[in-house]
């Protein structure tokens, strides 16, 4: 089957846009997760009905039995503008026979080792899209522009959120 960005249910989601117009109220919600702890480095992550298994490459002391946090914070900002990137493109009548995103982090591990001298997150993160399609270069660079200006992930993690915490002791 032929993939194509005109399956995503364009009049469903103007629906959605439209009640949101109407009452703003209708736009907010609170997304949750919850990951319990497997064993050595080895957790699992819930969100609705769906997991994901994360761990450490073994030089980090793990098993490499998932896919590490950094990647799928990778992983997470190039799946948000993958839809974007389709869902945009849909909505401007742009068809994409086919794109990939390759995604990369460059990091000092020292920081997560807490040894001084770097910090424990990514220095950078960037990007390729590559894409099979009839538009013209400057379609597709105005689409990318639009995608990362509205994209929820590309915000958090250029611009930052904040994050608070709490221990709760169970037993």
Not at 37 to 50: E, N, P, V, Y
Not at 85 to 100: E, V, Y
Not at 125 to 139: G, L, P
């Amino acid at each position: 089957m032929a993939k194509s960005c005109f399956s995503i249910d364009l009049s469903r989601l103007n629906e959605f846009t439209d009640a949101v117009k109407e009452d703003p109220e209708k736009a907010k919600f609170t997304f949750k997760t919850e990951t319990v702890w497997q064993d050595g480095s080895i957790s699992k992550t819930k969100a609705r009905s769906f997991e994901i298994k994360t761990d450490e490459p073994e030089p980090l002391g793990g098993k490499d039995s998932g896919i590490d946090p950094i990647e799928l914070l990778l992983s997470s900002v190039a799946s948000c503008v993958s839809i974007g990137f389709a869902t945009q493109a849909a909505k401007r009548g742009i068809d994409l026979k086919d794109f990939r995103i390759e995604t990369e982090g460059d990091i000092d591990v020292r920081g997560y080792l807490g040894i001084e001298g770097a910090r424990p997150g990514f220095d950078n993160i960037r990007y390729t899209i590559k894409v099979d399609s009839s538009a013209s270069e400057e379609e597709l660079e105005n689409l990318l522009r639009t995608v990362e200006r509205i994209s929820p992930m590309f915000d958090n993690v250029s611009n930052g959120v904040s994050i608070s915490s709490q221990i709760e002791k169970i037993n």
